[in-house]
């Protein structure tokens, strides 16, 4: 599951970064019809994601976890392979909307993590598959671009589709878990009864907003990210290569640390270590809002990445710490959604702060919705029925 979420994370992250230009490629070469086509071509799949893991987390439960993995890494293999040959933007356009009916691939492999995982190993199980992934994304961009450079954009397309398709091979062959089917004629519990069987429902509402705004804050932060070192910096010559590596120095540290702090939080509580890594996230982006030059912001984002490191493993943990097995899936799956939304929302919130009040306020924003976050999560942690739901997971 690992080698699958790296290929996942390689694959995704190695077409992301030239959509735009495969667009202009494509035709579309007014300024402002690029930025909405790409905008539309961006967050299509994220919006039919959203609406379809609900369903896909439901088929999990009923069918297995595994099933899943495969539904989605043989899907990516083939819409990704096809958008190599599109000859039109609502054709490319038409295909990333049915991207999103193959997202789950990463969710499901964590969900099938914590099922088949000891309770007091799940965060360390979390955490390295969270390596897998952010191994990818960081990597993918420099393959990607080096492949574009060389061979073009639709060879990416095709050599990332047979890379998805070596996926679902390692993850049929490899992969096995452990599930047992509902028995037949055993009704299929509707959304007011899988809350209804959790100990702490408002928790894991907290922690589905949790999720949403870990991927806002760092949503918002992306768009601006090139435009903001290029304010620091307007003589640097190497605009691009310094933007890169600006924006992939926190997948180095959040690497380096993510196993150990799951380790950390199966040790103390992930609910210390989500606390804990959402009040670093808000204190680094006031700090950023404030750096004067490139070195300061890249120190700042090196160390925000210790933060990413230890905020969804720490979610995914208590997710799972607080969920019967027989509805694993679905709640994951609607977690999976929040996310999703997230990664919508956050790029609009950014665009719209920075063209009203500047960049520097965008790091401002976030900073106050993550400290409104981390007031949430610290409430619900107290509360009795987290406590008591805690208590019965320890024995």
């Given at each position: 599951m690992w080698l699958g979420c790296f290929l996942v994370g390689l694959g995704m992250s190695q077409i992301l970064p030239f959509l735009p230009l495969y667009l202009y490629q494509l035709g579309i070469s007014d300024k402002a019809d690029l930025s909405w086509w790409s905008g539309l071509v961006f967050s299509g799949s994220f919006i039919v994601s959203a609406i379809v893991s609900p369903f896909w987390g439901k088929l999990a439960d009923q069918q297995g976890r595994k099933l899943m993995l495969l539904?989605?890494?043989?899907?990516?293999?083939?819409?990704?392979?096809?958008?190599?040959?599109v000859s039109a933007p609502w054709q490319l356009l038409m295909l990333r909307m049915l991207m999103g009916l193959t997202s789950g691939y990463i969710p499901n492999a964590m969900a099938l993590a914590a099922a088949e995982m000891p309770r007091e190993k799940t965060g360390w199980a979390l955490g390295t598959l969270t390596t897998g992934q952010i191994s990818g994304v960081i990597i993918g961009p420099l393959i990607g671009g080096a492949m574009a450079d060389q061979m073009g954009f639709r060879v990416v397309f095709i050599l990332t589709g047979l890379m998805l398709f070596g996926c679902?091979?390692?993850?049929?062959?490899?992969?096995?878990?452990?599930?047992?089917k509902p028995q037949k004629g055993q009704p299929v519990l509707?959304?007011?009864?899988?809350?209804?069987s959790l100990q702490a429902p408002g928790f894991v509402i907290g922690l589905f907003i949790a999720t949403m705004m870990i991927?806002?804050?760092?949503?918002?932060?992306?768009?601006?990210?090139?435009?903001?070192?290029t304010e620091l910096s307007p003589d640097q010559h190497?605009?691009?290569?310094?933007?890169?590596?600006?924006?992939?120095?926190?997948?180095?540290?959040?690497?380096?640390?993510?196993?150990?702090?799951?380790?950390?939080?199966?040790?103390i509580g992930s609910g210390k270590v989500l606390l804990a890594a959402l009040l670093m996230t808000a204190i680094l982006l006031l700090m950023i809002s404030m750096v004067g030059n490139v070195v300061?912001?890249?120190?700042?984002r090196f160390f925000m990445g210790f933060s990413d490191g230890a905020l969804m493993p720490a979610v995914q943990t208590?997710?799972?710490?607080?969920?019967?097995?027989?509805v694993l899936g679905r709640v994951f799956g609607y977690n999976q959604s929040f996310l999703y939304l997230g990664n919508v929302v956050g790029p609009l919130l950014g665009a719209s702060v920075s063209a009203w009040f500047g960049f520097?306020?965008?790091?401002?924003?976030?900073a106050v919705l993550v400290l409104i976050n981390l007031l949430q999560m610290a409430y619900y942690l107290h509360q009795p029925s987290y406590q008591a739901a805690n208590d019965s997971h320890k024995s």
């Open positions: 539904r989605a890494s043989l899907g990516m293999a083939i819409i990704v392979t096809l958008q190599g040959f679902f091979l390692a993850t049929w062959l490899w992969v096995h878990e452990q599930f047992e509707n959304r007011r009864q899988v809350f209804a991927q806002l804050a760092n949503g918002s932060i992306n768009p601006i990210l090139t435009l903001f070192v190497n605009i691009a290569f310094v933007s890169g590596f600006i924006a992939a120095v926190p997948g180095v540290s959040a690497l380096l640390c993510a196993p150990r702090l799951g380790r950390l939080g199966d040790r300061e912001l890249g120190v700042l208590l997710l799972a710490q607080q969920t019967p097995p027989k520097r306020w965008v790091f401002v924003v976030t």
